[in-house]
């Protein structure tokens, strides 16, 4: 069955990086694009953009062009995202999903406090 | 980018009463449109894609509708574990763009 296992919980400094995974299972990896959907505590989703793994192919919401980078390990299924210049406004719940978000992982919970 | 207006933002409500969500595009989005169940320390699950039609293993009492450019999401006959925020979310262009959320409570 389709499965999204994400990493564990990131506690960061402000203006430092984190890198989030996303191990897909259970359908070939290529062939779907994995979305990325941020949730800050007690509040909405917020779609943030996609990764095609087939191609490398990416697209990013406006709101987050140069804070999140996505990249595509297709030898291990595993998508990530990189999200730079860390500030309080970034700590929430993030979300991988495959197209079209009928399946998600658990989700990472980043903190970011100084 | 094409935005979601999803009312109400709160629905307290009775078990076994019938409830209907609703969310406006301010752009054409054909049946683009899917709705989200969650509940939580939850990741959100798929209920309703294309507008109509009920996601595998979804109960038959929730249903999509559409009229003009309003989605609706309708629960017949609440249960307890229908209690949850649901969102719409629009896919018929980048960036996709989800509703502001419904949740729904028991009154």
């Known amino acids: 069955q389709v499965q999204l296992q994400q990493s564990g919980a990131e506690l960061a400094k402000p203006g430092t990086s984190v890198k989030l995974s996303c191990k897909a299972s259970?359908?070939?990896?290529?062939?779907?694009?994995i979305y990325w959907v941020k949730q800050r505590p007690g509040q909405g989703l917020e779609w943030i953009g996609y990764?095609?793994?087939?191609?490398?192919?990416?697209y990013y919401s406006e709101k987050f062009k140069g804070k999140a980078t996505f990249t595509a390990d297709t030898s291990s299924s595993t998508a990530y995202m990189l999200l730079g210049s860390l500030t309080p406004e970034d700590s929430a719940y993030y979300f991988c999903a495959r197209h079209y978000l009928a399946y998600w992982g658990q989700g990472t919970l980043v903190t970011v406090s100084s | 980018d094409i935005q979601m207006t999803q009312s109400p933002s709160s629905l307290p409500a009775s078990l076994g009463d019938r409830v209907t969500i609703t969310c406006r595009a301010s752009q054409d989005i054909g049946n683009y449109l899917r709705w989200f169940q969650q509940k939580p320390g939850k990741s959100p699950r798929l209920m309703i894609y294309?507008?109509?039609n009920l996601a595998a293993g979804v109960p038959s009492r929730f249903s999509g509708s559409r009229s003009g450019s309003d989605y609706s999401l309708t629960i017949n006959s609440l249960e307890s574990e229908d209690m949850a925020i649901y969102y719409c979310?629009?896919?018929?262009?980048?960036?996709?763009?989800f509703g502001s959320g419904t949740k729904l409570e028991i009154k």
């Open positions: 990764i095609y793994p087939g191609n490398g192919g990416t």
């Open positions: 979310l629009q896919h018929n262009e980048y960036p996709f763009t």
């Open positions: 294309g507008a109509t």
């Open positions: 259970g359908y070939t990896f290529t062939s779907y694009y």
